[in-house]
């Protein structure tokens, strides 16, 4: 079952910064969390993850509050082809864990 | 580099005919693959875990007997519908995963639609 919380959508205006939030509260120490997005009639694509550190890759940023209960995926600058519904998914550390998906955000990049 | 395809993209059968579903990691080898369903404005819902050589394991409340999954080799695992239904008209996603801990690769997807 997804152990995860978002707001069903969100707007942003293009070149600007998307913040997408996350919801965790039970999250456990050994848990990661991953972020996906899902283009329209596409599967999902990865996008980052982390522990309890922040992280940064070419595509995104991910800031995990210290307690660990939320989490905050940053596109630094969107662009419309950002428009997707965003996944963050709670997965144990090690092993082939399941990913149970939430309900996500969907994020409305405009002109 | 992990790509993840699926074959059909879509395809349209008949009510209580059967359809196959084929899953491939292009690149690497993945113990383990899954199977999701998503209905439309739905998330992806788990359906199964498949692990290469052995029997799949299902979610509950998946029919085991209707979702027949093989996982033959390390690069292919296989998705049959048995005796399609209308209800059973859906997107079906496989991802894979080839290392411990590491994420799962998602395959485009396939829409099946039983009229």
Known sequence: DAKTTQPPSMDCAEGRAANLPCNHSTISGNEYVYWYRQIHSQGPQYIIHGLKNNETNEMASLIITEDRKSSTLILPHATLRDTAVYYCIVRSRGGFNKFYFGSGTKLNVKP | ?115
């Open chain 2, 1 to 115: 580099g992990a790509v993840v395809s699926q074959h059909p993209s879509w395809v349209i059968c008949k009510s209580g005919t059967s359809v196959k579903i084929e899953c491939r990691s292009l690149d690497f080898q993945a113990t383990t693959m899954f199977w999701y369903r998503q209905f439309p404005k739905q998330s992806l819902m788990l359906m199964a875990t498949s692990n290469e050589g052995s029997k799949a394991t299902y979610e509950q409340g998946v029919e085991k007997d209707k979702f027949l999954i093989n996982h033959a080799s390390l690069t292919l695992s296989t998705l049959t519908v048995t005796s399609a239904h209308p209800e059973d008209s859906s997107f079906y996603i496989c991802s894979a995963a080839y290392s411990d801990g590491g994420e799962q690769y998602f395959g485009p997807g396939t829409r099946l639609t039983v009229t």
